[in-house]
């Protein structure tokens, strides 16, 4: 009897190392899966806003492109209608 109290004891012990060195495994893994997953969220984020920037400039050029359009239209209309008023001032007198 006495051989399997200490084959039980033996295996609670063992079975209490394992458990404590999982205990220690996780907290020495827990700390690099996090590292690990703030890094590929900070590349993440770093991606999106390379491309956030590239939409955004990509707007702001066809912006310009369209104003500048406009203006020379607003111009070229402008110019049209003094180009008629002075005709029919000069048809007119």
Do not use: C, Q, Y
Not at 22 to 40: H, K, M, Q, S
Not at 61 to 71: C, D, E, K, W
Request: no cysteine; hydrophobic share 45%; glycine share 14%.
């Amino acid at each position: 009897m006495e051989t399997k109290l200490k084959m039980a004891v033996a295996g609670s012990g063992l079975i209490a190392a394992g458990i404590g060195l999982g205990i220690v495994g996780a907290a020495l893994i827990v700390p690099a899966a996090f590292a690990w997953t703030t890094g590929l969220v900070e590349k993440g984020a770093d991606r999106l806003t390379a491309k956030v920037e590239g939409a955004s400039k990509t707007v702001g050029t066809i912006a310009g492109v369209l104003h500048r359009s406009f203006n020379e239209a607003k111009r070229a209309g402008i110019a049209e209608m003094r180009r008629s008023r002075s005709e029919e001032r000069t048809a007119a007198g």
